[in-house]
């Protein structure tokens, strides 16, 4: 567990850094540059997440403390097959900008609560769940510090389709490789 709470807080640290301290993150910016603070960023990103992914995958004893898996299965799969809409609509230009201010921090915290729903067990609890608390307090600090949303132009409606069908890419990739990544099988027949 030590290890999935120790990624799981440097995630949040990380990128806490340019919400609550951006002059902390521009101070670092012209101390090494534009590019080679991006790169520490990716890396301690990426340090975080394989930190997340073995700290998951150590943990061999499963408790449950809640089931809701056969009422939620279904509507958990449509949920994250939206949120990866919304993290498509937040890499390509589209519509669904106009409606929803931060795609990708919605759709992500739609991902995490599509993973509380479907698996009631202290891992994912801690995981998904403090994944889903990050993402939502992100979002309430960045609308408190950027004021009143201005929704951007409007783009002609096929981009939209665009956005879908980069989400459904983003959706089936997730599903084919969560076995590989995670360690659970979305099969559990095979």
């Known amino acids: 567990m030590a290890f999935l709470i120790s990624g799981l807080l440097l995630w949040i640290v990380a990128h806490m850094v340019p919400v609550v301290a951006p002059d902390f993150r521009n101070a670092m910016v012209q ?113 408190k510090r950027d004021g009143t949303f201005a929704p951007p132009a409007k783009v002609l409606p096929h981009k939209g389709v665009m956005v879908a069908a980069l989400g459904f890419v983003l959706f089936i990739g997730a599903v084919l490789g969560h076995e590989y990544l995670s360690g659970v099988n979305l099969n559990p027949h095979s």
């Open 31 to 143: 101390k090494l540059g534009e590019w080679p603070y991006k790169g520490v960023f990716s890396l301690i990103i990426f340090g975080s997440f394989g930190l997340m992914v073995v700290g998951w995958r150590s943990i061999e004893s499963v408790t449950p403390l809640y089931d809701f898996y056969d009422l939620a299965a279904f509507p958990a799969l449509i949920i994250v097959l939206i949120g990866f809409v919304l993290i498509a609509a937040s890499i390509l230009p589209s519509n669904f900008r106009r409606l929803i201010r931060h795609p990708q921090l919605t759709g992500f915290s739609l991902w995490a609560f599509a993973h509380l729903l479907l698996n009631g067990d202290l891992r994912t609890t801690v995981l998904f769940g403090g994944l889903l608390a990050w993402s939502l307090a992100t979002m309430a600090l960045l609308n």
